[in-house]
């Protein structure tokens, strides 16, 4: 037998061990947890609307929509995130950095 | 040493097939133990792809022409480093290539996978094994790269236009651009199988998307510089069907990173995206069957090889495959929301996607006609230039307004006031430079001013927006502008770095406008001691010489080039003809300018023994901005794929099971 083909048995070999390592634990691991469907559908909801919120303000601050647009679009949504924004800003205190002001702008229109 | 290459291939091949297997057992029957197992395998077909390639490569540097494919691509006489390059230079090395990075970045999806998205892995591993099976099936048992034979006294050489800088870097980008189109489809499928309704198959397809789009279109352009420098014509894209093969899966992924955005703003779009990943991943397999098969001829391609067949094959399978998948998930795909105005950031992604699509669908059409109608009329019939450069006008041109436009309209709608408002500056700039261009005398090719007028729109859209972002971010408490224009793009790196890739395309096109629609052409034949006159150029053939290079007889014109008197110094633009391959080459001679981008572009199309020289010259203005456009390019797509440490948290508290939510 040639030493190439030996080298290909042990390459051969090598596979299978690395291929059978996860049957050589003792007992099967916990799978993956997957949060149901609409608990997810919500958290992509909420994620979602936060970042519409965010564009909306910074699309008003880069003068990009009016005043008046601003408000027209800025309370629906608001209404929609009510019961989802306060947790996740609590998560991440950064991702207060440009959501709606507490108060309607009163930024003029130039 | 074959025997280790086959042996590796074969335990590739079983690799792939018991992933294929153990993978859809273990995802059907939640089997983890199983599923990890499969996992591995992925993992270790990479590295007997990898002992496989690097036994052809020893093979190549010890020129062991007992290897069939060393000896047909090689030669004694050939420089080390197309010696490496002949690697890809040939029909089997460049399929081990794909297999190679197929592998390669199957291990880095699968074990990134594990801690980003473990529930949808199990899925999407049967997927990716099922393509590296395939691959690895064409390499055992049709088209290997270790047949042997009695080894002949020298190589044949390798074909000369392949032997070129630009060949070490141009066709492994381009595979690494086609191979990555895989894990998009492959986890995108995972998704539809496990009936997924959530969106982490777009997290993960989008992020490895991005990093293909990168490769293919560095690589393309990388191709296009090679065309320019090496084929000896002075153009850099022939609308060749190879080179449209790699244009067709960027253009559908250009499509998709626009169109998923929409689909994680507003959660529509869904079925249009999972064509299009599957659409780029059908249209790179179409590209490297088209390059393969042998059925078009093209100075990219591979000569006739019975490869031809199994990829269409492939390809079907995975089309009908695709299609019956996407059809039977289509309620979990339908969208909630609707467009809620033809004017609104979101509408103009749509147009954009429409014409991306149109243009991508249009450039398919122009490369299967001929091929149609050779097959059902058996007459050869040809889809030229003025056909794509049509369709590049009709498509383009809307595209770069659009591109101006997007950034300009907010999201989901706009009114007038706020159009009026946003658009005045750069539609100012606009109209300015095209009144600028008609007094400078650009209005000798209308196409060429408008698309610097809308090439100077969408520039001053980019510069506001950054402008516009950076004050917002200042106002907002940075306590610098540096440091506000660096927070800007630190927090949005995709859509800023998005914005570095626009303005690369408007670099592209100030480039491919100014050297396509304004360039200038001669052909003169010249004795010794006569001059020309190009533009503002003057040349005078001095004489021609003859010199031995390292695999090749180089014979040279001598050039002296001067512009108003000043003399810049000598082109030499001539032939080489190579010892090995037996074959004469076009070497073009390239003098660029540094200050306005222009090239002077010579070629010697023929140099009589009498010493008579019939040259073409090309003056290329602003030719050197494409090449400047790559680097933009490549810096934007880097902005953008930069890891987002928010990002990640976020999607991690979102996928992460129920006590990651819990505590969000």
Same mark, same amino acid.
């Given at each position: 037998?040639?030493?190439?083909?030996?080298?290909?048995?042990?390459?051969?070999?090598?596979?299978?061990?690395?291929?059978?390592?996860?049957?050589?634990?003792?007992?099967?691991?916990?799978?993956?947890?997957?949060?149901?469907?609409?608990? #997810?559908?919500?958290?992509?909801?909420?994620?979602?609307? #936060?970042?519409?919120?965010?564009?909306?303000?910074?699309?008003?601050?880069?003068?990009?929509?009016?005043?008046?647009?601003?408000?027209?679009?800025?309370?629906? #949504?608001? @209404? @929609?995130?009510?019961?989802? #924004?306060? @947790?996740?800003?609590?998560?991440?205190?950064?991702?207060?950095?440009?959501?709606?002001?507490?108060?309607?702008?009163?930024?003029?229109? @130039? | 040493?074959?025997?280790?290459?086959?042996?590796?291939?074969?335990?590739?091949?079983?690799?792939?097939?018991?992933?294929?297997?153990?993978?859809?057992?273990?995802?059907?029957?939640?089997?983890?133990?199983?599923?990890?197992?499969?996992?591995?395998?992925?993992?270790?077909?990479?590295?007997?792809?990898?002992?496989? /390639?690097?036994?052809?490569?020893?093979?190549?540097?010890?020129?062991?022409?007992?290897?069939?494919?060393?000896?047909?691509?090689?030669?004694?006489?050939?420089?080390?480093?197309?010696?490496?390059?002949?690697?890809?230079?040939?029909? +089997?090395?460049?399929?081990?290539?794909?297999? &190679?990075?197929?592998?390669?970045? /199957?291990?880095?999806?699968?074990?990134?996978?594990?801690? %980003?998205?473990?529930?949808?892995?199990?899925? %999407?591993?049967?997927?990716?094994?099922?393509?590296?099976?395939?691959?690895?099936?064409?390499?055992?048992?049709?088209?290997?790269?270790?047949?042997?034979?009695?080894?002949?006294?020298?190589?044949?050489?390798?074909?000369?236009?392949?032997?070129?800088?630009?060949?070490?870097?141009?066709?492994?980008?381009?595979?690494?651009?086609?191979?990555?189109?895989?894990?998009?489809?492959?986890?995108?499928?995972?998704? &539809?199988?496990?009936?997924? /309704?959530?969106?982490?198959?777009?997290?993960?397809?989008?992020?490895?998307?991005?990093?293909?789009?990168?490769?293919?279109?560095?690589? *393309?352009?990388?191709?296009?510089?090679?065309?320019?420098?090496?084929?000896?014509?002075?153009?850099?894209?022939?609308?060749?069907?190879?080179?449209?093969?790699?244009?067709?899966?960027?253009?559908?992924?250009?499509?998709?990173?626009?169109?998923?955005?929409? *689909?994680?703003?507003?959660?529509?779009?869904?079925?249009?995206?999972?064509?299009?990943?599957?659409?780029?991943?059908?249209?790179?397999?179409?590209?490297?069957?088209?390059?393969?098969?042998?059925?078009?001829?093209?100075?990219?391609?591979?000569?006739?090889?019975?490869?031809?067949?199994?990829?269409?094959?492939?390809?079907?399978?995975?089309?009908?495959?695709?299609?019956?998948?996407?059809?039977?998930?289509?309620?979990?795909?339908?969208?909630?929301?609707?467009?809620?105005?033809?004017?609104?950031?979101?509408?103009?992604?749509?147009?954009?996607?429409?014409?991306?699509?149109?243009?991508?669908?249009?450039?398919?059409?122009?490369?299967?006609?001929?091929?149609?109608? $050779?097959?059902?009329?058996?007459?050869?019939?040809?889809?030229?230039?003025?056909?794509?450069?049509?369709?590049?006008?009709?498509?383009?041109?809307?595209?770069?307004?659009?591109?101006?436009?997007?950034?300009?309209?907010?999201?989901?709608?706009?009114?007038?006031?706020?159009?009026?408002?946003?658009?005045?500056?750069?539609?100012?700039?606009?109209?300015?430079?095209?009144?600028?261009?008609?007094?400078?005398?650009?209005? %000798?090719?209308?196409?060429?001013?408008?698309?610097?007028?809308?090439?100077?729109?969408?520039?001053?859209?980019?510069?506001?927006?950054?402008?516009?972002?950076?004050?917002?971010?200042?106002?907002?408490? %940075?306590?610098?502008?540096?440091?506000?224009?660096?927070?800007?793009?630190?927090?949005?790196?995709?859509?800023?770095?998005?914005?570095? =890739?626009?303005?690369?395309?408007?670099?592209?096109?100030?480039?491919? =406008?100014?050297?396509?629609?304004?360039?200038?052409?001669?052909?003169?034949?010249?004795?010794?001691?006569?001059?020309?006159?190009?533009?503002?150029?003057?040349?005078?053939?001095?004489?021609?010489?003859?010199?031995?290079?390292?695999?090749?007889? +180089?014979?040279?014109?001598?050039?002296?080039?001067?512009?108003?008197?000043?003399?810049?110094?000598?082109?030499?633009?001539?032939?080489?003809?190579?010892?090995?391959? *037996? *074959?004469?080459?076009?070497?073009?001679?390239?003098?660029?300018?540094?200050?306005?981008?222009?090239?002077?572009?010579?070629?010697?199309?023929?140099?009589?023994?009498?010493?008579?020289?019939?040259?073409?010259?090309?003056?290329?203005?602003?030719?050197?901005?494409?090449?400047?456009?790559?680097?933009?390019?490549?810096?934007?797509?880097?902005?953008?794929?930069?890891?987002?440490?928010? +990002?990640?948290?976020?999607?991690?508290?979102?996928?992460?099971?129920? $006590?990651?939510?819990?505590?969000?």
């Amino acid at each position: 037998m040639s030493p190439e083909l030996v080298l290909g048995a042990v390459l051969a070999a090598a596979a299978v061990v690395f291929v059978a390592v996860p049957f050589l634990r003792a007992s099967e691991p916990p799978e993956p947890e997957t949060p149901p469907d609409a608990t #997810l559908a919500a958290a992509e909801e909420r994620d979602r609307l #936060l970042a519409e919120l965010k564009e909306l303000e910074f699309d008003h601050r880069t003068g990009k929509i009016t005043d008046e647009d601003y408000r027209s679009q800025v309370y629906p #949504l608001r @209404r @929609r995130a009510a019961d989802l #924004l306060p @947790r996740e800003a609590a998560e991440d205190p950064s991702e207060q950095q440009f959501s709606p002001p507490t108060v309607p702008s009163s930024r003029p229109d @130039r | 040493m074959p025997e280790l290459g086959r042996a590796a291939l074969i335990v590739c091949l079983g690799l792939a097939v018991y992933a294929v297997v153990a993978g859809a057992i273990a995802a059907r029957e939640r089997r983890q133990r199983l599923a990890e197992s499969a996992q591995n395998a992925v993992v270790a077909s990479f590295a007997t792809a990898l002992v496989a /390639s690097l036994v052809l490569l020893v093979g190549l540097v010890q020129n062991d022409f007992g290897l069939v494919y060393v000896a047909d691509h090689t030669s004694r006489e050939l420089p080390l480093g197309y010696t490496i390059s002949a690697f890809w230079g040939g029909q +089997e090395g460049s399929l081990l290539l794909w297999l &190679l990075i197929l592998t390669g970045f /199957s291990a880095v999806a699968v074990l990134l996978a594990r801690r %980003s998205a473990p529930t949808l892995l199990p899925w %999407s591993v049967p997927i990716l094994a099922g393509v590296i099976t395939f691959f690895s099936f064409m390499l055992v048992a049709v088209s290997s790269p270790f047949g042997t034979q009695a080894a002949p006294p020298d190589g044949a050489g390798l074909n000369p236009s392949l032997q070129n800088p630009y060949m070490l870097a141009h066709p492994p980008m381009l595979y690494l651009g086609f191979v990555g189109l895989t894990i998009p489809f492959a986890f995108a499928m995972g998704a &539809l199988i496990a009936r997924r /309704s959530d969106e982490l198959w777009i997290v993960v397809t989008r992020r490895w998307t991005l990093i293909a789009w990168t490769f293919l279109g560095f690589g *393309q352009l990388l191709g296009a510089h090679w065309a320019y420098v090496e084929v000896g014509w002075g153009g850099y894209f022939a609308w060749d069907p190879v080179e449209n093969a790699a244009l067709m899966p960027w253009l559908a992924a250009t499509a998709f990173l626009h169109s998923v955005m929409i *689909q994680e703003k507003r959660g529509m779009l869904k079925i249009w995206n999972v064509v299009l990943v599957i659409g780029a991943f059908a249209l790179a397999l179409f590209g490297t069957f088209l390059t393969r098969s042998g059925i078009i001829s093209s100075i990219h391609s591979f000569t006739e090889s019975s490869i031809g067949p199994w990829f269409l094959g492939f390809i079907g399978i995975v089309l009908a495959f695709s299609i019956a998948l996407v059809v039977s998930r289509l309620p979990l795909l339908r969208s909630k929301t609707r467009l809620e105005s033809p004017i609104s950031r979101e509408a103009t992604f749509l147009y954009n996607n429409l014409l991306l699509v149109a243009f991508c669908l249009t450039i398919l059409w122009g490369v299967l006609y001929p091929i149609l109608t $050779e097959a059902l009329r058996g007459e050869p019939v040809t889809v030229g230039p003025p056909y794509y450069n049509f369709f590049l006008k009709a498509f383009g041109l809307p595209l770069l307004l659009l591109m101006g436009i997007g950034p300009l309209i907010a999201w989901r709608r706009a009114s007038l006031r706020g159009l009026g408002r946003t658009f005045v500056w750069p539609a100012a700039v606009a109209l300015a430079t095209g009144a600028i261009l008609l007094a400078l005398g650009a209005g %000798s090719s209308i196409p060429g001013l408008v698309g610097y007028t809308f090439c100077a729109f969408v520039m001053a859209s980019i510069v506001l927006e950054f402008a516009r972002g950076t004050r917002a971010r200042h106002a907002l408490g %940075s306590s610098s502008w540096a440091g506000a224009f660096s927070s800007l793009i630190g927090r949005n790196r995709r859509r800023y770095g998005g914005y570095i =890739v626009h303005a690369s395309i408007v670099l592209l096109a100030i480039g491919v =406008v100014g050297s396509s629609a304004y360039d200038t052409v001669a052909e003169r034949e010249l004795r010794p001691g006569q001059t020309m006159s190009v533009r503002n150029y003057d040349l005078r053939y001095v004489d021609n010489v003859t010199r031995r290079g390292a695999n090749a007889q +180089e014979l040279r014109a001598i050039v002296e080039v001067s512009r108003g008197g000043e003399r810049l110094g000598t082109l030499e633009p001539g032939k080489n003809r190579y010892f090995a391959e *037996q *074959q004469v080459s076009n070497e073009a001679a390239i003098r660029s300018d540094r200050l306005n981008g222009e090239d002077l572009f010579l070629v010697a199309d023929q140099i009589d023994p009498d010493g008579t020289l019939f040259l073409k010259v090309l003056v290329k203005p602003l030719v050197n901005v494409i090449w400047i456009a790559g680097f933009v390019f490549l810096g934007g797509a880097l902005i953008a794929l930069w890891p987002d440490a928010r +990002e990640q948290r976020r999607l991690a508290v979102r996928y992460g099971g129920r $006590e990651a939510l819990a505590r969000a």
